[in-house]
């Protein structure tokens, strides 16, 4: 089945049978100059002129702390492999990534052209080694390659469906090349009678995800690419042409349809009395995501001195496979007040002036694994938002859904158009499946809800699989650090090094309820090894009635406990659950155990969906690092903030229950150890300029040290070292920090 081309199958089909040791790439190979864009133009010095001073109105912004650029020159690498990759690097705060190239065959894209602004002495207005100061003209567009800050120092631009006027204010974009590179346009000024010249200064920013790279493969040249592409230290670089990317990688500049543009036109100038509420529907990969980030982007427009009040967008986010501002398996309720500039993975979590309003664990990657309680979680959210907006006059509404839009995928869209109160539905297909769109076109006759069909976002040469940005999304989110200055922070460092929160399970001073398996058979002998090494959801119950069994049928409502076999909570139960908040001096002798003393609500207790999404609600998700039996504690590592779970004094204890789903296996956690050590080595041979053969990576001892691997000799590949997880072994690691001091 055809589907996206990563970067190795990409490699692997154009290498030939026999062994071929590729020259080094010449750095020099494309002399293109951003001061001219002609091939044999001699590059320009660098200088500042007069024209590019702020104007005097505008407060310089200043970057964070976090983004300050080192004094220390970064050095050049130029050392290829054998495959045409260079050897990399570990990069440290604050420097800029060198080696983040991708090596894509020529045959897998054709070149195409990016950008129209063609640099030159009267428009470059300054540029140093860390920003670059411009001015666009009416036809002008600019596709910039990296992570930047955007600083619109005068007149207006466009970008991802956002205008910013100028301001003193930064907004930050992400532009890797596994996604199209959002275009840079002058707008016209709507707001006064005069049209300034557009200026805008770019400035490199050292955002922590660019060391991602150093514990997972796949965030590896994903970015600019090497420093001696422009000989310049920045965190982004202009391209006229994919061809001037000497890696050849598969670029394309994000150009929505024509027939996009019109509907964006027609929803912003729609004047209903009540806010738009828009539904995004379609199959996967037809860019319903990209069209509600347009869209909310949109909306956000506002006027210099405009209210905060008017510029709040709600995005009920039901796609749990590829969320937008959450990992894999949530579905979410969304208040946005800022642009979004970049892929979900560079934002796994909201940041700033966002805020979840509330969110549920799903538990799968698709809505036809449970379509009822999918639907039921989407209800709830829905009235969530409505209770949002009571004393808000405005806030629009976008619904992105997931791609599943046949048999009972069919069905569920046609019930939201029934009960979520649209005002538009737009279905991102105009090449059928047919019977889905006359389903579509029928239920938009009954609700009398317009239905927009549009065209697919263009087909993409990928250098990640879906499944791929699942993996980095996720551990992007594992590996979140405390933001600065209302942007987000990693930690870029392997999780085993890091000290886990312990989560008591029993005992004096039980901090969770227990534990639910969704879809398992529930074997107690076997749950340590099922849970240990996996994500499970942190949720909260609000009130006793969620454990019990409760289903969405036809009509829309909810009934628990009548004619369905659930089983509500007896009385003891109940008062245990209740004892939590207490001195839980109580051992919940009312949940079974396992015989290691874990928790966990049976199967009488819960169908194939997890809670009732009325009465609990998901906090985030954790990954459970071990369990110590000794101490009967979970030892998490989540960057859920410690007190939601174990509570303080001033912050009561809450009915934890730790909900285990079918996500993917969190592979990438139990190699990264192994990978940041294979770049450390790789970059002390690079340092001494010598090949240590005599001393190879030992992955075993390696694998021995952490807490889910080990090393098996063989297997096919014959490379005679495999390694796969292991669930079997007691938790050994670092002192973890105790919830109870």
């Known amino acids: ?132 100061t411009v001015r666009l003209h009416r036809n002008d567009t600019l596709a910039i390659l990296g992570q930047y800050d955007i600083w619109v120092r005068s007149g207006a631009i466009s970008i991802l469906g956002a205008v910013i006027h100028a301001s003193s204010k930064l907004h930050r974009v992400y532009a890797p090349s596994t996604h199209s590179i959002p275009s840079i346009r002058p707008v016209p000024n709507p707001y006064g009678t005069g049209n300034p010249p557009v200026e805008l200064t770019i400035l490199s920013c050292g955002g922590r995800i660019r060391m991602l790279k150093q514990i997972m493969p796949k965030f590896r040249r994903i970015w600019n690419g090497r420093e001696t592409i422009d000989g310049t230290r920045r965190s982004f670089i202009n391209l006229q042409s994919s061809a001037e990317d000497p890696y050849k990688r598969p670029l394309r500049i994000l150009e929505p349809p024509p027939d996009w543009q019109t509907t964006l036109s027609q929803l912003l100038a729609s004047n209903k009395e009540r806010p738009l509420a828009v539904m995004a529907c379609g199959p996967k990969g037809a860019g319903k995501s990209t069209f509600c980030r347009m869209l909310a982007n949109a909306l956000l427009l506002r006027a210099p001195n405009a209210r905060r009040e008017a510029s709040t967008v709600a995005l009920l986010d039901l796609d749990p496979g590829q969320p937008e501002y959450s990992p894999p398996g949530e579905l979410s309720l969304i208040r946005l007040q800022s642009y979004n500039f970049g892929p979900p993975f560079t934002h796994p979590a909201v940041s700033g002036d966002d805020q979840v309003i509330r969110a549920h664990h799903f538990g799968y990657l698709s809505s036809k694994d449970d379509p009822q309680h999918y639907y039921s979680c989407a209800l709830d959210l829905f009235s969530h ?49 047919e019977e889905a769109v006359d389903v579509l076109k029928e ?25 791929d940005l699942r993996m980095m999304q996720t551990l992007s989110y594992f590996h979140l650090d405390e933001p600065e200055s209302g942007n987000l922070r990693w930690n870029p460092y392997p999780l085993v090094n890091i000290l886990p929160l312990v989560v008591h399970y029993a005992g004096p001073r039980q901090d969770i309820l227990g534990v639910m398996l969704l879809g398992d058979e529930q074997n107690p002998e076997f749950f340590d090894s099922i849970l240990e090494g996996c994500v499970v959801s942190i949720a909260v119950i609000e009130d006793d009635s969620a454990i019990s069994l409760g289903r969405i049928h036809d009509d829309g409502r909810e009934e628990k406990g009548l004619d369905t076999g659930n089983e509500p909570l007896d009385e003891e139960m109940a008062q245990n659950i209740d004892d939590l908040n207490g001195d839980a001096r109580h051992e919940y002798s009312s949940l079974p155990r396992t015989p290691t003393g874990i928790p966990y609500i049976p199967a009488k207790h819960l169908t194939v969906g997890p809670l009732s999404p009325t009465t ?28 939601h779970l174990v509570g303080t004094q001033t912050y009561p204890k809450r009915k934890i229950v730790l909900i285990r789903g079918r996500l993917d296996t969190p592979t990438w956690a139990f190699a990264e150890q192994i990978d940041f050590e294979r770049e450390r080595s790789r970059r002390r041979e690079r340092d001494l300029g010598i090949k240590e053969e005599n001393k190879p990576l030992d992955v075993k001892v390696l694998a021995e040290r952490q807490p889910w691997a080990s090393v098996v000799e063989g297997g096919r590949t014959g490379s005679g070292k495999v390694r796969r997880i292991r669930r079997d072994i007691r938790y050994k690691g670092q002192v973890p920090v105790d919830s109870s001091n």
């Open 1 to 132: 089945m055809a589907g996206p081309v990563s970067a190795f199958a990409a490699r692997k089909a154009a290498r030939p049978s026999t062994t071929v040791i590729r020259p080094p790439i010449e750095t020099n190979a494309l002399p293109v100059t951003e001061a001219s864009g002609e091939a044999d133009a001699p590059a320009r010095p660098k200088k500042r002129r007069k024209g590019g001073e702020r104007p005097k109105s505008l407060d310089t912004p200043q970057p964070a702390a976090e983004e300050k650029e080192p004094s220390v020159p970064i050095k050049k690498h130029e050392d290829v492999n054998a495959n045409g990759e260079d050897a990399g690097d570990i990069v440290t705060e604050g420097e800029t990534d060198s080696s983040d190239s991708e090596i894509i065959p020529q045959t897998a894209a054709p070149a195409q052209r990016l950008s129209t602004f063609i640099p030159t002495r009267s428009n470059v207005l300054s540029e140093t080694d860390t920003e670059w």
């Open 616 to 643: 609990s609600y998901s906090l985030g998700q954790a990954l459970i690092r071990g369990i110590d039996i000794q101490t009967q504690a979970f030892h998490l590592l989540t960057p859920v903030p410690a007190f």
């Open 443 to 467: 239920a938009s006759t009954r609700t009398n809800t317009p239905l927009h069909q549009l065209s697919s976002q263009a087909s993409e040469v990928s250098t990640r699989t879906a499944a």
């Open 385 to 433: 938002y409505r209770r949002m907006t009571t004393n808000q006059e405005s806030c629009p509404l976008i619904v992105n859904c997931s791609g599943w839009i046949q048999g009972s995928g069919l069905e569920l869209l046609t019930n939201f158009m029934h009960n979520l109160d649209l005002t538009d539905v737009i279905y991102m297909s105009t090449s059928g499946p």
